[in-house]
């Protein structure tokens, strides 16, 4: 299958973790996704190069640096359970030289280049539940779109920032802030999952100030499924344990959340949303933006948001229609003069980045 729009084939790795290349030229044939990752050349957002991932665990610890835009990685398996990327650093972990390697050294696949697309892959992290902060996938660069893909991990699964992300029909699973950053970053019929057995944050955003939106979750559903991680624990969280979020830094930081159209169970506590201690009310007022449109119950009847708490918002019709995509990641300004992040007249739209990645490599042969 050829990609929307695209002329003739740019530069196709193919990575194999038994060495059974399928490409022509087994000079584009890998055995670790690192190994292609170093080699394969920087793509246009016309032609963007693509890495073809055959089933498999890649135990690697993976950089996409920012020479490495338009670039594609697709797994080939039926499912993204298939082909997994993971590695098992924590924030605890060791660096050279002394200290700890922290929350952001604890990424297994860290992505700071721009234009960058993941089709049916599974991120993970593969630190055991309780050791510390363990990020499964850090994102630094722009317009970074997935679907169907997984983000495993306890605490601090995802971590989103500086950027534009895009994440349709993906799964994400985690116990405390597993979805957290400054990025501006939409999740389309997602799957949220709370795997833990105490009290569970699913965000923590740190947005700037000056970006328009921080974190938005459309049609998503909020789950409680005990080992979709790999977890231990026999049961899901408890009833009215779960908080939609809590504002990191939020001394510096007007953390923006909004949970529009999205199915919640009795896991999630009647408030809502929780402060950072030693945060008050009065604070979270002025320093979040918290925001819900037409929340239902699992069987799909509203939801009683009436002891929500005061600092959050729920949106009108008028204003939730203002959630596009073209709204969430076209010009800053449309919200307002006072958002400028990423540029006035920097549209992009994911859907059309998505709809330009093949099946299948377009010329293979079996060896």
Request: hydrophobic fraction near 35%; charge should be negative.
């Amino acid at each position: 299958m050829l990609a929307v729009g695209r002329t003739c084939p740019a530069e196709d790795d193919y990575v194999d973790s038994d060495g059974h290349g399928r490409h022509a030229d087994a000079a584009h044939t890998f055995t670790s996704v690192q190994a292609s990752l170093a080699a394969i050349q920087a793509g246009t957002a016309a032609e963007p190069t693509r890495i073809f991932i055959n089933p498999g665990n890649y135990k690697e610890h993976l950089s996409i640096d920012a020479a490495r835009s338009s670039l594609t990685l697709i797994g080939l398996g039926s499912d993204p359970t298939d082909v997994m990327l993971t590695w098992d650093l924590s924030a605890k972990s060791p660096k050279a030289g002394g200290g700890t390697v922290g929350t952001t050294g604890s990424s297994s696949t860290t992505i700071a280049a721009s234009n960058f697309t993941a089709v049916n892959l599974t991120f993970a992290n593969s630190t055991p539940q309780g050791v510390a902060q363990a990020v499964a996938l850090k994102t630094t660069g722009d317009k970074l779109a997935f679907r169907n893909c997984r983000f495993i991990g306890f605490q601090d699964t995802l971590y989103v920032t500086g950027g534009r992300d895009y994440f349709k029909d993906c799964f994400i699973t985690g116990t405390v802030d597993f979805i957290f950053g400054n990025a501006t970053a939409v999740f389309d019929h997602c799957t949220i999952n709370c795997s833990g057995s105490g009290v569970t944050t699913i965000t923590a955003a740190n947005t700037k100030p000056g970006t328009a939106i921080g974190m938005v979750f459309i049609n998503c559903r909020i789950t409680g499924e005990a080992n979709a991680d790999g977890g231990t624990f026999a049961d899901g969280p408890p009833a009215g344990s779960v908080y939609l979020g809590r504002a990191w830094q939020y001394t510096t930081s007007s953390s923006s959340v909004a949970f529009l159209n999205t199915a919640m169970g009795s896991e999630v506590n009647a408030a809502g949303w929780l402060l950072w201690k030693p945060q008050t009310d009065a604070q979270a007022a002025t320093q979040t933006r918290y925001s819900e449109y037409q929340s239902i119950d699992t069987a799909g009847k509203a939801v009683d948001n009436s002891k929500r708490v005061a600092w959050s918002h729920q949106l009108t019709d008028q204003e939730a229609a203002r959630f596009t995509l073209d709204h969430l990641f076209g010009p800053a300004k449309f919200w307002g003069d006072r958002y400028a992040d990423w540029g006035a007249g920097d549209a992009w739209d994911p859907t059309a980045q998505l709809a330009a990645v093949p099946d299948q490599p377009e010329s293979t042969t079996q060896k």
